[in-house]
RNA sequence: GCCGAAGUGGCGGAAUUGGCAGACGCGCCAGAUUCAGGUUCUGGUGGUGGAAACGCUGUAGGGGUUCGAGUCCCCUCUUCGGCACCA
């Protein structure tokens, strides 16, 4: 029940105004609770999460159409019985918190929790269903405490470690980068070429999980295909072989990594990368190495250096040349690699800028054997690229003749058999540097000590706060290391004195566990988990409410998250899996990625001046229409054109909805509910109710159906111009276009959700829309009375007849040929086939 | 370069998956309401020929399969995404 109040002022003539009804509304529902979610094992759960934004400020159009996608998810679902957790949050640490108090002198916690107050209003306007009780701001210790056990868990398991090692470096951002977060050789964020830099930083072992990231693929089912590729490719798992070649005069051996081994008696130099252990040792020329750094990472023109060392091919004991070459990744395989210039684009242009010998040892199948090259040099016209194909092997000893394929397996059980080399699978995903030399994220919370070396923080002294005491002023360097009071402390082991780390982790760290939270969180917090990982812990607690609630049923969000925080996630939550936490390897069960907002062919930003703001389209329209434009305009994991006009026209449309209801509201009020029985209607009144029933279905359909909800409203659109045109002069029809109002109204309660809510209750309904069952409709009532005959002759259109859905095909036929018109284009052909597709068209072959 | 997706009216987009191409909306045109503009309402609206009935043509381009192709197959072109010296 409602008050009295909200509906009141029905003498007035009204008209449609969503700032009135919108904020009453949305009040009602909150102070009802409408939207609060407990576990309940007696109904089906069903998980709605959108991806949670950085409180940059305000909320754009990007946002408004994410989360109307999740809150028409959300709002069906929960109408179709199921108890739907509907979180949102705050992913709230990062660098514009930062930046903002270097510009503006204001700290990045009271900067990030302006933020996060506004544009939870501007979401609250939106009408959106969320379970606020659930929030979680990522930047607040109760959260980040977490990603601290998480941390010093893995850091248990072996899962965190700490190396030296060239990494990413964004001077702009006067921090590190993971590699997913350098987007062709720019930083993610601003921009900035990216530079190789040597630090010591910390990594989470991502890679011990790189088969089962792999494998797990093929489970995502419910994810995009070219988002499973994504982090397929990503992962780049490649079978090969690792190889050892004997130096000559130094006792060690240079282990390569090749996907080729077939064409091993190929190779005729061999490359290693300037940061091997052995380049440094090797080469002869100290400035010429150097030379080859500088174009390290870069991909320009092929730089190298002769050692003067030479090494031994397993395969032939030939003697070749060992290079140094800037094009070989350190990071990849083993950092070296044999160079076979006959069938490698790369090798091939190293080999002819340095007059190497260029060998083929690999032809394609169709040439027959007299053809093949003999005694070590090719026939033939020399190669003008390499031969990358794979073929049939050739001047390869005893492998000559094989098949590639073939040549693979059997030389790589020639070199695990002599103890020489031995098959391995690769891959190009590598751990996840996590350390970021900047304030405003989780401190690490690990501590070093000059006696007892690196030790992890108790976890009794989690979390790690954050110090307040640190100046912003952008000028380099950790703002960590100038806070004395968090520097400083006392060693866990031996008490003696030790610092902190004072970098920060990356915030993918902290979006990788989020929907975790919220499944965990409750009026004080996260204490289920502090209960929990306390020693002798109750056993009620995580487990129960991680069972219920994992995973997330529909995840929505943008496109751009593909590989990195959505791998990062998977990665989390095996971790968390195999900590015992929790018993799903996938968090996200169906993932949709939508498009993103365009308007004047580019991305709404603000160089470009093409921006909408939210703000600005609530007060002039209101919610419904802002979230009803969103979801209409395109499908959701298609780009969105922004119009304006388009814009008048969802307005409009609601505002059409809300005269039809007030032109009827009275007769509405009084009538009866739809008796059963509908032969005595009119054809008119017969036409509304049972296009009423197909959009029920049809808009079920598309909802079910990739959420296609721009059909779903074209529908619901089609069904209120059959009203307008449809005046009812009886009661009887008056229930009609009664059961049609109903209908409607609740089928667009999880798009426009406050229309629905006001015109429900102006009806006199005692319910709330939001909590009334989806609506049902029947198949009996949906079927068309009569269809309309489509007449072809020879494939073409040739005309149009109405007849009773139910007819034989054999009448059917009979109609379509007794037709005056096509009695006359037939003539005096001959007719050679009649093909009948049922209640839909006739084809009349004819002919000679 | 490699991998992937997509090309449909003036525009955003539909098309039960091989069966009327252009649903729905925007825009535009005409009419009604209005002192007028806006709003609202009614009708029309792919191109082309025709006064009209109606005809021809049309889903990036070319070929093919089929009674029938926007949809399936082959080739070409264009656009957009992802990866990019991954050995």
Same mark, same amino acid.
């Given at each position: 029940m409602f008050p009295e109040h909200f509906r009141r002022q029905e003498s007035v003539e009204e008209r449609y105004d969503p700032a009135t009804i919108e904020p009453k509304w949305q009040q009602y529902w909150e102070e009802r609770n409408l939207f609060r979610t407990d576990k309940d094992d007696s109904r089906k759960k069903f998980f709605c999460l959108e991806m949670f934004p950085y409180p940059s400020g305000k909320i754009h159009m990007g946002h408004v159409r994410n989360y109307a996608i999740g809150d028409v998810i959300a709002r069906y679902k929960r109408m179709q019985g199921y108890n739907v957790l509907h979180p949102m949050g705050w992913d709230s640490f990062g660098m514009p918190a930062e930046n903002a108090a270097?510009?503006?002198?204001?700290?990045?916690?009271?900067?990030?929790?302006?933020?996060?107050?506004?544009?939870?209003?501007?979401?609250?306007?939106?009408?959106?269903?969320?379970?606020?009780?659930?929030?979680?701001?990522t930047c607040s210790p109760e959260y980040y405490k977490w990603n601290q056990w998480f941390f010093i868990k893995m850091l248990e398991k072996g899962l965190a470690y700490r190396k030296s090692s060239y990494v990413n470096w964004c001077h702009s951002c006067a921090t590190v980068l993971a590699n997913e977060q350098v987007i062709d050789t720019k930083c993610w964020r601003c921009d900035s070429v990216v530079v190789q830099k040597k630090l010591e930083q910390w990594f989470l072992r991502i890679t011990n999980y790189a088969e089962e990231l792999l494998s797990g693929c093929d489970t995502l089912s419910g994810w995009p295909e070219k988002v499973v590729l994504m982090q397929k490719n990503w992962i780049g798992k490649s079978h090969g072989a690792e190889v050892d070649f004997r130096v000559e005069g130094i006792d060690q051996n240079i282990r390569i990594f090749t996907t080729r081994p077939d064409t091993l008696f190929g190779a005729t130099f061999l490359c290693l990368s300037p940061g091997h252990p052995l380049a440094e040792r090797l080469a002869a020329d100290k400035d010429e190495l150097e030379k080859v750094r500088a174009h390290y990472g870069k991909v320009d023109e092929k730089v190298g250096l002769f050692t003067g060392a030479y090494c031994i091919n397993p395969m032939n004991n030939e003697k070749i040349p060992v290079y140094i070459a800037n094009f070989v990744l350190m990071e990849y395989g083993t950092g070296a690699i044999m160079s076979v210039p006959a069938h490698d684009q790369r090798d091939f242009e190293f080999a002819e800028k340095y007059g190497l010998p260029i060998r083929q040892v690999i032809v394609g199948a169709g040439l027959a054997p007299a053809h093949q090259p003999q005694g070590g040099q090719p026939q033939g016209l020399p190669l003008q690229e390499a031969f990358v194909d794979e073929g049939i092997l050739v001047d390869s000893g005893q492998f000559s003749g094989l098949?590639?394929?073939?040549?693979?397996?059997?030389?790589?059980?020639?070199?695990?058999?002599?103890?020489?080399?031995?098959?391995v699978v690769n891959y190009k995903l590598r751990d996840w540097g996590i350390s970021r030399q900047r304030y405003w994220g989780t401190p690490i919370p690990v501590i070093y000590c000059d006696n007892c070396g690196i030790v992890p923080v108790s976890e009794k002294d989690l979390p790690v706060i954050l110090p307040e005491d640190v100046k912003f002023t952008g000028t380099g360097g950790s703002p960590l290391q100038e806070s004395d009071a968090f520097l400083h402390t006392a060693c866990p082991k031996c008490g003696g004195k030790a610092r902190r780390e004072t970098d920060t982790m990356d915030t993918f760290v902290d979006s990788s566990w989020y929907f975790i939270a919220y499944c965990l969180k409750d009026s004080s917090g996260l204490s289920v988990m502090r209960d929990q990982f306390k020693e002798d812990s109750s056993p009620i607690t995580h487990h129960s409410l991680l069972k219920y609630w994992m995973p997330v049923d529909q995840y929505v969000g943008g496109v751009e998250h593909a590989v990195l925080h959505l791998l990062y996630s998977r990665f989390f939550t095996r971790v968390i899996r195999d900590l015992g936490i929790i018993k799903v390897s996938e968090?996200?069960?169906?993932?949709?990625?939508?498009?993103? =907002?365009? !308007?004047?062919?580019?991305?709404?930003? *603000? /160089?470009?001046?093409?921006?909408?703001?939210? %703000?600005? #389209?609530?007060?002039?329209?209101?919610?419904?229409?802002?979230?009803?434009?969103?979801?209409?305009?395109?499908?959701?994991?298609?780009?969105?054109?922004?119009?304006?006009?388009?814009?008048?026209?969802?307005?409009?449309?609601?505002?059409?909805?809300?005269?039809? =209801?007030? !032109?009827?509201?009275?007769?509405?009020? *009084? /009538?009866?509910?739809?008796?059963?029985?509908? %032969?005595? #209607?009119?054809?008119?009144?017969?036409?509304?109710?049972?296009?009423?029933?197909?959009?029920?279905?049809?808009?079920?359909?598309?909802?079910?159906?990739?959420?296609h909800f721009n059909t779903?409203?074209?529908?619901?659109?089609?069904?209120?111009?059959?009203?307008?045109?449809?005046?009812?002069?009886?009661?009887?029809?008056?229930?009609?276009?009664?059961?049609?109002?109903?209908?409607? #109204?609740?089928?667009?309660?999880?798009?426009?959700?406050?229309?629905?809510?006001?015109?429900?209750?102006?009806?006199?309904?005692?319910?709330?829309?939001?909590?009334?069952?989806?609506?049902?409709?029947?198949?009996?009532?949906?079927?068309?009375?009569?269809?309309?005959?489509?007449?072809?002759?020879?494939?073409?259109?040739?005309?149009?007849?109405?007849?009773s859905a139910g007819l034989a095909d054999d009448d059917v036929k009979e109609r379509a040929l007794q037709d005056s018109k096509v009695v006359e284009i037939i003539g005096g052909q001959g007719i050679k086939k009649v093909i009948v597709v049922k209640g839909r068209l006739v084809n009349i072959v004819v002919g000679a």
């Open positions: 270097i510009k503006h002198n204001v700290h990045p916690s009271q900067w990030t929790y302006e933020n996060i107050a506004y544009m939870k209003g501007q979401l609250k306007k939106l009408g959106l269903s969320y379970d606020w009780s659930r929030e979680v701001a098949k590639s394929a073939d040549a693979k397996q059997k030389i790589a059980d020639h070199l695990e058999e002599k103890g020489l080399g031995k098959k968090p996200f069960v169906n993932l949709l990625t939508q498009g993103m =907002v365009i !308007k004047d062919g580019a991305k709404m930003s *603000k /160089s470009k001046g093409n921006v909408i703001d939210p %703000d600005y #389209l609530i007060n002039r329209y209101g919610s419904d229409t802002s979230r009803l434009f969103s979801l209409f305009a395109a499908p959701p994991e298609r780009d969105l054109d922004w119009s304006d006009k388009g814009v008048d026209g969802a307005y409009r449309f609601l505002n059409r909805v809300w005269s039809v =209801v007030q !032109k009827h509201r009275d007769a509405l009020r *009084k /009538s009866a509910p739809l008796a059963t029985g509908t %032969d005595d #209607l009119s054809y008119g009144a017969r036409a509304v109710l049972r296009k009423t029933h197909q959009t029920i279905r049809k808009v079920t359909a598309d909802i079910e159906k990739d959420y779903a409203i074209a529908a619901m659109m089609e069904l209120v111009n059959e009203m307008i045109g449809f005046e009812p002069d009886n009661g009887k029809e008056m229930q009609v276009v009664t059961f049609a109002v109903d209908n409607l #109204l609740l089928l667009l309660s999880p798009f426009t959700p406050h229309i629905a809510e006001e015109l429900w209750a102006k009806l006199g309904h005692k319910e709330i829309a939001s909590e009334m069952p989806w609506p049902v409709w029947d198949e009996e009532i949906a079927k068309d009375e009569e269809i309309e005959l489509v007449i072809q002759i020879n494939g073409k259109l040739r005309g149009k007849l109405m007849i």
